[in-house]
C-alpha cells in the first residue's frame, strides 16, 4: 500500500515505513552468510575461500550498478510529491532502459574479465579456478537482483516498503533451500551455491513481475526510449550515487589494510567485530533509506516544514535506538564475537574494538539520517564529495595515525574519531549547504 508522506503523523510513518526496510537489509544481509555456512559445512575450505572472495568481487563489481538504482528513491518520491502521473510513467520507461543496459553491460564484462579481477584482488591461486567458475555463474543473475530491487525501490519511493520485504523473503526461501540441495543433493558442488543464488534472485524476479501484472495489470505501459533531459536527470544522480558506492568499498579496503599488518589474531577480531557491524548499522541505514524517501517527497510538494520534521524524527529515533545498541555492546560484546571466533587473543581484541567504536555508533547514524535527507533533494554529487571527506580524508588517515600511535588500539580510536568528525562535516552541509535551492527536474 503506497502512503502520502507529505501528511499524517510523521514519527508513526518513520517507524512503520523504516522497519520493513530493516527487515528485508536484514535479509539480504544473511543469504551469502547462509550460502557461505552451507558451502564451509558440505565442502571444503577452498570452496569456502572462493565464495568469500567471490563475494567481495561481486560487492565491488555491482557497486557502480547498485548505486545507479539508490536515484530510483529520490526521483520517483519527488514526482509523487509533485502530483505528475505523466512523468512517473516517462520515468519508469527510462529507467528501465538504461538499467537494462547496464545490467547487461555489467554482467558481460564481469562474465568476461572475471581472471583478471581476482588477480587484481590477489585471489590465492589455490582457489583461483573455482573462483572464477563460480562467479562466472554468479553474474549471470545480475539482472534478476538488479530488476526486483529496482521495483522495490520505485515502491519504496511511493511509500511502499512492505511489499519489497516480500520479494526478499522469495529470494532468501529459495537460497535457503536450493543451496543444499544443489550442492550435495545433486552433487553439483560450488557450482550448485552459484546457482542456488541465482535461481533465488529469478525467483524473486518472477515474483515481482506477477505482483505487478496482478496489481497494474490493467494500467496500460508502453516501454520508449529515454529523453535527453530524462536521461540528463537520471544520470546526474545516478552516477554520483554510483562512485558513492565505490568511494565505501574503496575505503573498508584501505582500512582493511592497516589492519591486515597487525597479524593474524587482530585480523580475525576485527572481521568478527566488522561481522557484527554489519548488523549493527542496520536500523541506521533503514532510517537513512525512509527519511530519503519521506523527505523527497515533501521536497517535491516544497513542504520544507515537514522536511524539518522528518529530519528531527530521524535524529530522535537514531539517537535512540544507537544509544540502545551501544549498551548491548558494553554488556555483551565478549559474547558476541565468540558466535564468530574463539580464539583467546582475537576475542579480546574484537570485544575492545566494539566497546570502544560503540562510543561513535549514534555519530555514523546521525550521518545516514543528514545524508539521506540530502539525498531527498537530489544532491548526490554533494553527499559522493561528504564520502569522500569521511573515507579518504578522515577515515583512513586518522586511523593510520592513531594505529601508529597507539597500535591495534588505535584502529577503533582512529575510526571514532573518524565517524565523529564527519558526522561535523554533514551537519555543517545540512545546515548552511546549498541543497535546499536545488531542481531536480529541468522545466
Known sequence: MTTDFTQGPVYRQLYRFALPILLANFLQLLMPLISSLWVGNLLDSAAFGAVTIGTTVTNVVLAF????NNATLTIFAQLKGRGEKGQIHAYLSAFIVILLLLSLLTAALGYIYVAPLLLLLNAPEAILGIAADYLRIVFLGVLFLVGYNFIGTVLRA????????????????????????????????LAGAASATVLAQAAAFLYSLLWLNRKFGRHSFRLQLPRL?????ILRLGIPSGFQMIVIHAGITAVLSIVNTFGEDVVAGFGAAQRLDN???????????AVNAMAAQNIGSQNWRRVAQITRAGLVYNLGVMLAIAGILFAFAG???????QEADSVAFGESYLRTIALFYPFIGLNFILNGVVRGAGAMFQVLVLNIISLWLLRVPLTYLATSLFA????????GASLLLSALFATAY????????????ES
Not at 550498478?65 to 545507479?68: L, Y
Not at 533531459?229 to 536527470?233: C, E, I, N, V
Not at 548488523?279 to 533509506?289: F, N, Q, R
Not at 558476541?336 to 571466533?341: D, G, K, P
Request: proline share 4%; glycine share 16%.
Open 65 to 68: 550498478v547498485i548505486g545507479m
Open 158 to 189: 511511493f511509500g511502499d516498503s512492505k511489499t519489497q520485504l516480500h520479494f526478499v523473503l522469495v529470494a532468501s526461501g529459495v537460497n535457503a533451500v536450493l543451496t543444499p540441495l544443489l550442492i550435495s543433493g545433486l552433487g553439483m558442488g
Open 229 to 233: 533531459s530524462q536521461a540528463r536527470t
Open 279 to 289: 548488523i549493527i548499522l542496520l536500523p541506521g541505514i533503514a532510517l537513512g533509506v
Open 335 to 341: 559474547p558476541l564475537v565468540r558466535l564468530f571466533i
Open 408 to 415: 591495534e588500539a588505535g584502529i577503533a580510536l582512529g575510526m
Open 430 to 441: 545540512y545546515c548552511w549547504g546549498g541543497w535546499r535551492e536545488r531542481k531536480l527536474f
